[in-house]
């Protein structure tokens, strides 16, 4: 059974930093893309990031910059470094594996609020 559970998720002032983490099992970790991706309130979902199997990684303008995607292969943990955050950065962060160019598991979420 393939399980992804998100953590670091808190407050944090416009400006500041936050360091989110994805622990995932039940699957091969090593050999699927992984991506970010978030949902503010009253809004749809929002692709930010995602690091491929070989390491390339992409991301989204809105980010482009300010957030850092990673992946540790050995202890099968993605994540995603959230620097100079901004209002609009408040949202729920899910990871997501990747499979024939849709997400076919995700984890619970876990909630980022900007906020001064």
């Known amino acids: 059974q393939v399980q992804l559970v998100e953590s670091g998720g808190g407050l944090v002032q416009p400006g500041g930093s936050l360091r989110l983490s994805c622990t995932a099992s039940?699957?091969?970790?090593?050999?699927?893309?992984m991506a970010w991706v978030r949902q503010a309130p009253g809004k749809g979902l929002e692709w930010v990031s995602e690091?491929?199997?070989?390491?390339?990684?992409d991301y989204a303008d809105s980010v482009k910059g300010r957030f850092t995607i990673s992946r540790d292969n050995v202890k099968n943990t993605l994540h995603l470094q959230l620097n100079s955050v901004k209002l609009d950065d408040t949202a729920v962060y899910y990871c997501?594996?990747?499979?024939?160019?849709?997400?076919?598991?995700w984890g619970q979420g876990t909630q980022v609020t900007v906020s001064s």
């Open positions: 997501a594996k990747e499979k024939s160019s849709a997400y076919d598991s």
């Open positions: 039940g699957f091969t970790f090593s050999t699927y893309a």
């Open positions: 690091v491929h199997n070989g390491g390339r990684t």
